[in-house]
């Protein structure tokens, strides 16, 4: 009875201390008000013939009073009716919405005495929320239990229930990922400052050990090797698939969803995630049930797509939804302001960053972050088992500024800041969490291929091809470089000199005819991903042998072997079975090839990467891997792109995993933690450590979902945005 008697006592003293919370917040929404209604012309809050200050406070209570309200009930309605707008669009009309609420809450207002102009009412909303936000917040940070109430409530959780007879919790795990960031850079960013939070895991014992990917550096790749076991027939970010016509896209919901379906049919598991696991801002589900922002479930309409509901759950409070949206503003003018600067100041390399990159950048930067975190921390205040989380910050901003410099460290910082955040929450879950920092692959930077030899590689493989190249890239082959750059004059001279090979078209010197190719063949692809070059010849239905490739183009092969600003090329061969193709005549067969050689300057594990991709049913007839130069670190991406990744080459390779002590060691001392299917390997058996044996609940989606989804037929298009 004793126990009752304090419980109910509890109870009480809590719903005073919340109704004491709300009092406070509604007198400082008030206070707010007649401040902006003294300041602003256009906000009025007295009759005509003008009011006492006490009329004036009570009206003002009285619309501060309705604007709250509608905040907590009407919003959520709204926003829930706008889960197909995307998420971009839903950014902009935040203000917008939040201005109507208050015009709403004017209108209210017994005898018209509330009035503002629709631009007027837009900030007033937008400051009458931050203040109710940042009021609230601060009266819950003194209470554990209001706060942990507020954290579930701005994560749309409900509390769990308490069970006396519960075992003792064992630990969940988070996995956040931060795309993009190298083992290099991470290293730079804790030495700098710039991520003390980081830094102090580091320093309480956190392992930070580095790992290194497979040929195809990128997130479709690592991601799927990651979460679902087996990246195998990955090539690349794009590639065509001859036996399908189709372009396959790591970051199209279609290719999505097909390269999950074949990793479970694979595997013969559902993924990382099927054991009450959640996949936040992923390309792929990794078997979870509970969604948000995942690419291969965003083509499924109707229902059955939950991926969307974590903006709901984010944007039901208004608070949040005004913050994101001021914060994307804000991002965009920064890029703007940082593009503009590196364009007065003349630096180099530079890529184009107008047009609507901006708004991509910001809603990388800002919307997917801000989302992503609070799913994150609303899965550990509900508790669950696995998350696996994707912030793509770092990588959206080092592709058009680079790796290394201000933009990029200023990125660094807002990460640390949500980490912090969600070790923050993980302390008012109701069980222990223990968090795992992870990269899918660093970045490399370098001027673009283009830039440094003023021509692309398409224009390159259709000079070697004959067919007709733009008037600039003849001026190259005649001794005119478009730029200065590349690498000095004798790289230019290189350049040129392979370019006059192609242009020239020589004859075949075996006199052998190519009667078994079509007549008037079909023009080549030629995709890029970052500094990895597929070319594909899509009316051959197989691929093509070196010797047919010479047959039917005499001079491509040699071209782009001879070009300074690549490093090799892989090619089948009837005679050797494959082959590796570098400058001054090299040729290596894959089954013969190690880490010296034309592979040598790519590092160790070079050949392995290679031979294994070699072995893909899906692979280019043509590879093509860009220069590096290990002096400076740099590559020539074959897209618009000044850091980039997607071959070998630098600190693309080598990602990161930072684990806490309580974890056991990746790989014994001395072992190397090679390509993402490994890393799968090391992410389940630390899910075992912390919660025993797990048996898949669910392959997801099934073969029939996804099945009902493809294919989809779409005209064979280079897709840039990445």
């Known amino acids: 009875m004793g126990d009752g008697r304090w419980g109910g006592a509890?109870?009480?003293?809590?719903?005073?201390?919340?109704?004491g919370r709300v009092i406070v917040v509604w007198a400082v929404s008030t206070l707010t008000m007649l401040i902006l209604a003294g300041l602003l012309p256009d906000f009025e809050l007295q009759s005509a013939d003008g009011d006492t200050f006490t009329r004036t406070a009570l009206t003002a209570a009285a619309a501060a009073g309705a604007f709250g309200l509608l905040g907590a009930l009407v919003w959520p309605v709204i926003v829930r009716a706008l889960l197909l707008v995307p998420a971009l669009v839903l950014g902009l009309l935040v203000f917008f919405l939040n201005g109507s609420?208050?015009?709403?809450?004017?209108?209210?207002?017994?005898?018209?005495?509330?009035?503002?102009?629709?631009e007027t009412a837009v900030a007033v909303a937008a400051v009458m929320s931050a203040v109710a936000s940042a009021t609230s917040t601060a009266l819950a940070v003194r209470d554990d239990d209001a706060y942990r109430r507020r954290l579930y409530r701005l994560t749309g959780r409900t509390r769990p229930r308490a069970s006396h007879d519960a075992p003792e919790q064992v630990p969940g795990t988070v996995f956040l990922q931060l795309d993009g960031v190298g083992h290099h850079v991470l290293r730079d960013a804790v030495a700098d400052g710039l991520m003390p939070t980081v830094a102090s895991w580091i320093?309480?014992?956190?392992?930070?050990?580095?790992?290194?990917?497979?040929?195809?550096?990128?997130t479709g790749a690592s991601q799927l090797g990651i979460l679902h076991g087996s990246n195998e027939d990955v090539p690349a970010f794009r590639w065509y698939e001859k036996d399908t016509g189709r372009l396959m896209v790591s970051n199209r919901p279609a290719s999505a969803v097909e390269l999950q379906r074949r990793a479970v049919h694979r595997t013969g598991d559902g993924g990382l995630?099927?054991?009450?696991?959640?996949?936040?801002?992923?390309?792929?589900?990794?078997?979870?049930?509970?969604?948000?922002?995942?690419?291969?479930?965003?083509?499924?309409?109707?229902?059955?797509?939950r991926s969307r509901a974590g903006y709901f759950a984010y944007f039901s409070d208004p608070a949040n939804a005004v913050r994101t949206a001021g914060s994307l503003v804000a991002e965009c003018g920064r890029e703007i302001f940082q593009s503009t600067r590196a364009l007065l100041r003349r630096e180099t390399p530079r890529v184009s960053r107008g047009g609507t990159y901006p708004f991509v950048r910001a809603f990388a930067t800002v919307v997917e972050r801000d989302v992503v975190v609070s799913a994150v921390m609303g899965d550990m205040l509900a508790g669950r088992t696995a998350v696996y989380a994707d912030l793509v910050a770092y990588d959206e901003v080092a592709h058009h500024s680079g790796p290394h410099g201000r933009d990029t460290d200023q990125v660094l910082r807002r990460l640390d800041r949500s980490i912090a955040l969600i070790a923050t929450v993980a302390e008012h879950a109701p069980r222990p969490y223990r968090i795992v920092l992870l990269s899918d692959h660093g970045q490399s930077p370098g001027e673009t291929f283009e830039g440094a030899y003023g021509l692309t590689l398409k224009d390159l493989v259709r000079a070697g091809c004959g067919l007709p190249v733009p008037r600039r890239v003849r001026r190259i082959g005649r001794g005119r470089p478009r730029t200065e750059s590349g690498g000095g004059s004798e790289a230019r001279d290189a350049a040129r000199d392979a370019l006059r090979l192609a242009l020239h078209r020589p004859v075949d010197e075996t006199g052998e005819s190519a009667k078994e190719l079509p007549a008037r063949p079909s023009e080549p692809l030629v995709l890029a991903s970052g500094n990895l070059g597929l070319i594909s010849f899509p009316d051959v239905p197989h691929r093509m042998t070196r010797e047919e490739i010479?047959?039917?183009?005499?001079?491509?092969?040699?071209?782009?072997?001879?070009?300074?600003?690549?490093?090799?090329?892989?090619?089948?061969s009837a005679e050797h079975g494959s082959v590796v193709l570098a400058r001054d005549g090299v040729e290596v067969p894959v089954a013969e090839l190690d880490d010296g050689g034309p592979l040598a300057v790519f590092g160790p594990g070079a050949a392995r990467a290679v031979r294994r991709t070699d072995?893909?049913?899906?692979?280019?007839?043509?590879?093509?891997?860009?220069?590096?130069d290990p002096a400076t670190g740099t590559v020539h991406a074959f897209e618009e792109q000044i850091g980039s990744h997607g071959g070998l080459g630098g600190e693309q390779s080598h990602p990161f995993l930072l684990s806490p002590p309580e974890l056991s060691p990746p790989v014994g001392a001395g072992e190397e933690l090679v390509g993402a299917e490994q890393v799968h390997r090391v992410l389940r058996r630390w899910l075992r450590e912390c919660s025993g044996p797990q048996v898949p609940l669910e392959i997801s989606p099934s073969t029939g979902e996804s099945e009902s989804l493809l294919p989809v037929d779409e005209p064979v298009a280079q897709d840039k945005n990445r």
């Not at 015009?103 to 207002?109: E, M």
Request: proline fraction near 6%; aromatic fraction near 8%; charge should be positive.
């Open 101 to 118: 609420m208050l015009l709403v809450a004017l209108w209210l207002i017994p005898d018209g005495r509330g009035a503002a102009n629709p």
């Open 615 to 628: 072995g893909f049913p899906h692979v280019a007839d043509i590879m093509v891997n860009s220069m590096y």
């Open 203 to 218: 320093d309480a014992g956190h392992r930070l050990t580095p790992w290194r990917t497979d040929w195809s550096s990128q």
């Open 273 to 305: 995630l099927t054991v009450d696991g959640a996949s936040r801002g992923n390309l792929f589900s990794g078997g979870a049930d509970q969604l948000a922002l995942v690419l291969s479930v965003a083509a499924r309409r109707g229902p059955r797509n």
């Open 550 to 572: 010479d047959r039917r183009h005499p001079a491509l092969l040699r071209a782009l072997a001879h070009h300074p600003g690549v490093g090799f090329v892989l090619v089948a």
């Open 10 to 19: 509890d109870r009480w003293r809590s719903a005073g201390g919340a109704l």
